[in-house]
């Protein structure tokens, strides 16, 4: 935990410095744009086969008559602790979350160079910006996902990924017209002028191709139920990171339990 904590400390960047990270990041970003509408199919479990056990928490395969697209798990997560909990997690499911990890950035880049800077970008955003906000309960948590897939045997860095998929997960809705409004306000205006020119010479379409295009990509299905339908009228909400199917992240379809 302290080596984590050390890690994320000495991780920071210079903000002007990270202008050239930048400029990469969006000018490979539009790649984004340009993918098919997401989809989902209603499927109704057969059964569920256990996989691996973590002290109280085990890791069981869904089994389905005709869903055939890519596995899909459950995972039922118990501990002390939310470190205990992370442990398990990371145990369990280091290796599904690595292949997304890695499927979703082949998917967006081929060359290293892009890979690189966006990955420099993610972890500029969470170091000065996003982790800011983060109780200390959940960084207790990725510390235990990270020590749970170092016992697993895939060595550290496991928690880097995980705070670059949150940050993956919380970025800007409109991928091309938002997010320049967020790096304005982190450069506090300096670098407006730079933007605006960058924004303006990306390709040009009408405004309900432009709409369609951009929202495609990061769109996510939500559900909620609360009322009648629920023991003391209690709401339940949850969201679940569709995104398109071609861009590997969901390889490994999980449903989690804390």
Known sequence: KQWYQRRVRENRFEKMNNMQVVLIFTLSLFSLT???TPSFKVETPVGYSALRKCNESTLYLVQTKSYAD?????VDLHGSSSYD???CYGYLLANETLQNYNALL??????GLERSAFELFLDWQ???YLSLMVPQVFFDEISGIEAGAYDAGFGTGLGLIIQRLIVISN???DFVDDIKYL???EFNDKGKEIFESLFQQTPKESDSQTTATHRSFGTCSHFAVWGSRTVNASLFAGRNLDWTPQTGISRHK???FW
């Not at 082949?106 to 060359?111: D, H, K, T, V």
């Open 34 to 36: 340009h993918s098919l």
């Open 70 to 74: 890519w596995p899909i798990y459950l």
């Open 85 to 87: 909990v992370g442990y």
């Open 106 to 111: 082949s998917f967006i880049f081929n060359a």
């Open 126 to 128: 969470w170091n000065d």
């Open 171 to 173: 970025f800007a809705g």
């Open 183 to 185: 790096l304005w306000g």
């Open 254 to 256: 999980v449903i989690a």
